[in-house]
Nanobody
Framework: QVQLVESGGGSVQAGGSLRLSCAVS??????MGWFRQAPGKQREGVAAIDVDGTTRSADSVKGRFTISKDNDKNTLYLQMNSLKPEDTAMYYC???????????????????WGQGTQVTVSS
């Protein structure tokens, strides 16, 4: 069973940057991604990266967030720049059972979740 452990969350002022990391217990040739959930809101997909390195991201973070992975280190990253207060949420690392699809941003069918790391952006 693959395990995911996030780190790198914290508090930052608007316009600042954070980099989230997700340590993956073993290499898995599946779609990996980042989701977030703010209080009272549904969990939403932020970005995903496929086995071949193809990436996808939500319109709300395009141009600001970048997903990447280091297969040698079994680590997934989310570089977040130009952070806004509306980016405040718990961020989760996720692994699906196969390749990324058009439904990459849906929390359904995610096989494995990390425990989450809090990101708070103040204005």
């Amino acid at each position: 069973q693959v395990q995911l452990v996030e780190s790198g969350g914290g508090s930052v002022q608007a316009g600042g940057s954070l980099r989230l990391s997700c340590a993956v217990s073993k290499y898995a040739s599946v779609c990996m991604g980042w989701f977030r959930q703010a209080p009272g809101k549904q969990r939403e997909g932020v970005a995903a990266i496929d086995v071949d390195g193809t990436t996808r991201s939500a319109d709300s973070v395009k141009g600001r967030f970048t997903i990447s992975k280091d297969n040698d280190k079994n680590t997934l990253y989310l570089q977040m720049n130009s952070l806004k207060p509306e980016d405040t949420a718990m961020y989760y690392c996720a692994a699906r059972g196969g390749r990324c699809s058009r439904y990459w941003s849906s929390y359904l069918d995610v096989r494995i979740w990390g425990q989450g790391t809090q990101v708070t952006v103040s204005s």
